[in-house]
Nanobody, 120 residues
Framework: QVQLIESGGGSVQAGGSLRLSCAAS????????MGWLRQGPEKEREEVAT???????TYADSVKGRFTASRDNAKNTLYLQMNSLKPEDTAMYYC??????????????WGQGTQVTVSS
């Protein structure tokens, strides 16, 4: 079982930055594939970024060049650095994890989410 707790959300103006964190429980954290997903008002859930156990990352086209996902396995923590934020980035951001070391497009564990609001 893995528990995920997000933090770092808030309200910023367009062009600003925020850093999200996700604290994970479980001593096998380093083997999990982790990800950040978001769901905005009246929008479908979107995969923002994923980070493999070895640090390999993938990003949605909408955030490439602006967001950076990373992980610190020693601290059992996943991060999302968000720069040049836009109003369309407004969403609830969720941290997620796989049950094992492989990612096939579906995450098994989810955090409660942290709200990010970007004003114009």
């Amino acid at each position: 079982q893995v528990q995920l707790i997000e933090s770092g959300g808030g309200s910023v103006q367009a062009g600003g930055s925020l850093r999200l964190s996700c604290a994970a429980s479980g001593d096998r954290y380093s083997l999990y594939w982790m990800g950040w997903l978001r769901q905005g008002p009246e929008k479908e859930r979107e995969e923002v970024a994923t980070v493999g156990s070895g640090g390999m990352t993938t990003y949605a086209d909408s955030v490439k060049g602006r967001f950076t996902a990373s992980r610190d396995n020693a601290k059992n923590t996943l991060y999302l650095q968000m720069n040049s934020l836009k109003p369309e980035d407004t969403a609830m951001y969720y941290c997620a994890s796989t049950r094992g070391p492989y990612y096939t497009g579906t995450f098994d564990y989810w955090g409660q989410g942290t709200q990010v609001t970007v004003s114009s």
